[in-house]
């Protein structure tokens, strides 16, 4: 069974920054996408921004510039930093991935909560 374990986070001042980290195991294919999105109170949850195995990258519009995400193939593993964080990046941040054959998984979820 796949299993993502997400760390980094937390509280945040504004114009600060963090790392997120999303450790994929147990997966018997090769992971194809991972990616993280997020979900505020009484939103529905989005795509923060996503990158494929060859290390090519999609960022929603509201953190291109201010957000980096990247990935270590030989550990499954994707990161992502953030720069330049607003209150409105508060977030539980929810790592994602995508086999070869197309089935996903989640994450269990991290909280980031930039005070204004």
């Known amino acids: 069974q796949v299993q993502l374990v997400e760390s980094g986070g937390g509280l945040v001042q504004y114009g600060g920054s963090a790392r997120l980290s999303c450790a994929a195991s147990?997966?018997?294919?090769?992971?194809?996408?991972m990616g993280w999105y997020r979900q505020a109170p009484g939103k529905q949850r989005e795509l923060v921004a996503t990158?494929?195995?060859?290390?090519?990258?999609n960022y929603a519009d509201s953190v291109k510039g201010r957000f980096t995400i990247s990935r270590d193939n030989a550990k499954n593993t994707a990161y992502l930093q953030m720069l330049a964080l607003k209150p409105e990046d508060t977030a539980v941040y929810y790592c994602?991935?995508?086999?070869?054959?197309?089935?996903?998984?989640w994450g269990q979820g991290t909280q980031v909560t930039v005070s204004s």
């Open positions: 147990g997966s018997r294919f090769s992971i194809n996408t």
């Open positions: 994602n991935i995508q086999n070869t054959l197309g089935h996903t998984s």
């Open positions: 990158i494929s195995r060859r290390g090519i990258t």
